[in-house]
């Protein structure tokens, strides 16, 4: 199996550290974004949606969008669950995930795609104020997120899952538009130096 991957992207980080998780060894292909590698004719075969990660089978067959991948390698391999094991935690995982990914991630990202001169060429129209209004609803999340796991060791249910992954590399992310967890924040940052710490942070 190979991963189109970039050690910069927040996407297929996602699924290097849910691979890693798992024991699952990936064949990485390097694609330089910033090279705009992702718009060649031949890059545009493998996934014509033109992003990664794209995860191409030893059939030839390519699975891209994060967590379809994810998806297709817990169905490979189900151990250590990811997306919960009963009826009750997958729903649970799935509530998190969702809105982890579409609540702060998506805010996230949009908040350095809309501003950043390096991602001009990649994000036409750039609109300042998108950025802006992304980054105080990621501000939002982040103390909705704080709150929860006031009373929670992981983002979802009790044990570790894909939305804690979504999580940590969303925050890890918030570096390039200087998106901050404020030091009041005691919850998050305890439960990030948490999953920081496992050696999957490192894939
Ligand atoms: N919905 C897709 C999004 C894929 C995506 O946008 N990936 C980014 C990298 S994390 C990308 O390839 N961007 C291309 C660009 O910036 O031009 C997923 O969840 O995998």
């Known amino acids: 199996m190979k991963l189109y991957d970039s050690t910069r992207a927040p996407g297929p980080r996602r699924v290097r550290i849910f691979a890693a998780e798992k024991g699952i060894a990936l064949d990485l292909v390097p694609i330089d974004l910033g090279k705009l590698e992702h718009w060649t004719p031949e890059f545009t075969k493998v996934n014509p949606w033109q992003g990664i990660p794209a995860l191409e089978l ?7 969008e994060t967590v379809a991948i994810c998806r297709y390698l817990e169905a490979l391999q189900p151990e250590p669950h990811m997306f919960g094991r009963t009826a009750k935690e997958q729903g649970v995982v799935e509530m998190w995930n969702r809105r982890i990914e579409l609540g702060l991630f998506t805010h996230i990202t949009n908040a350095f795609r809309h501003a950043h001169p390096a991602m001009a060429e990649r994000e036409k129209p750039q ?6 209004v992304s980054r105080s609803r990621a501000n939002e999340q982040l103390a909705v997120l704080d709150k929860h796991l006031a009373d929670h060791e992981f983002a979802a249910g009790s044990s570790y899952s894909i939305a804690d992954i979504t999580l940590m590399v969303a925050i890890d992310f918030m570096r390039l538009p200087k998106i901050a967890m404020t030091e009041d924040m005691i919850h998050l940052r305890r439960w990030h130096a948490m999953v920081a710490a496992r050696p999957s942070a490192e894939a």
């Open 127 to 132: 609109v300042a104020e998108w950025a802006e």
């Open 58 to 64: 030893d059939d030839g067959t390519v699975i891209s």
